[in-house]
């Protein structure tokens, strides 16, 4: 009886590499959601901070913002002086060790406006080559945080 007990938890237990609970994510923007969705597929459960069709440079959080911050096991922004706000909010939580920063590896434009240089363009997703470095980067950071999906994140993020 004992044999057949074991048998039916064995069985039913699933593999012993098995994700109980997607890991949970934010993203400040719904573009890098989007990246962040397609590289983790179902290992991961993401959330964005700023709504679509949300100006990210005047976006206010909320209090659950915060938690939905201090909840995530990573925190995936653009950098380059984009989100501001959430920028802010991460340091104010104490959750900026979480923080991933994918405009970190690219080489972003010079922003000109009416012939006068506005500084670095942070709108680098704009070119394909920035976007497989973001990926490259969200890749690394989800393999890093949870080594069994390891092989998903790879597939997924070529």
Known sequence: MAYF???LTLLFAGP???QSEPVPVVASFSILADLVEKVGG???AVTSLIPRATD???FQPSPQD???VQAAQLIFVNGLGLEGSVERLITSTG???KRVVLG???KPLRLIENGQDQGLDPHVWHDV???RLYVETIRDALIKTDPQGRETYTTRST
């Open 129 to 131: 080559a920035n976007v």
């Open 56 to 58: 990210p440079h005047v």
């Open 16 to 18: 012993a590499h098995a």
């Open 104 to 106: 970190s590896k690219v």
């Open 95 to 97: 959750q900026s060790k």
């Open 5 to 7: 007990v074991l048998f």
């Open 42 to 44: 179902p290992r991961l």
């Open 66 to 68: 915060a938690r939905k």
